[in-house]
């Protein structure tokens, strides 16, 4: 079967959740809310549809990125494997769809940004000329 990419875009539904598994690797869960826009004629105005949530996770450094810099109600994008998800609920059976994040940052139709690269736990840091004199 072949994979389903997407891309989408929302808001943060939650705060994101991070788990660390017995093997030290991690994932970052959350969700987001996104609600499709038409523009009624009748009343020559826009109005909202449905609101589809969509469950995300974040593997490896992606995790770590996204737990320390999305919160709720940001708006996202969002870019990976689309996974259908299907569970029981109080004997009813229920889908989710979930997606497997490649790529996830902010959408800056909404607001301003900045980057900065993490550091990460392998490279000692940098040390000024009085600190190594020391």
Not at 26 to 41: E, G, H, K, P
Not at 83 to 111: C, K, M, N, Q, Y
């Amino acid at each position: 079967m072949n994979d389903i990419h997407i891309t989408l875009t929302g808001n943060v539904a939650a705060p994101p959740r991070q788990h660390t598994f017995p093997d030290g690797s991690r994932v970052t869960s959350l969700r987001v809310a996104s609600t499709s826009r038409y523009f009624d004629r009748d009343s020559q105005q826009w109005c909202n549809g449905e609101t589809t949530y969509f469950g995300i996770r974040c593997f490896r450094g992606l995790a770590d990125n996204v737990a320390q810099s999305i919160r709720a109600g940001q708006p996202v994008v969002v870019q990976g494997r689309l996974r259908i998800r299907e569970f029981t609920h109080e004997g009813e059976r229920r889908f989710l769809p979930e997606v497997e994040a490649s790529s996830l940052g902010h959408d800056l139709r909404w607001g301003l940004g900045s980057f900065s690269k993490p550091q990460r736990g392998g490279a000692a840091p940098v040390l000024g000329r009085q600190e190594r004199h020391e």
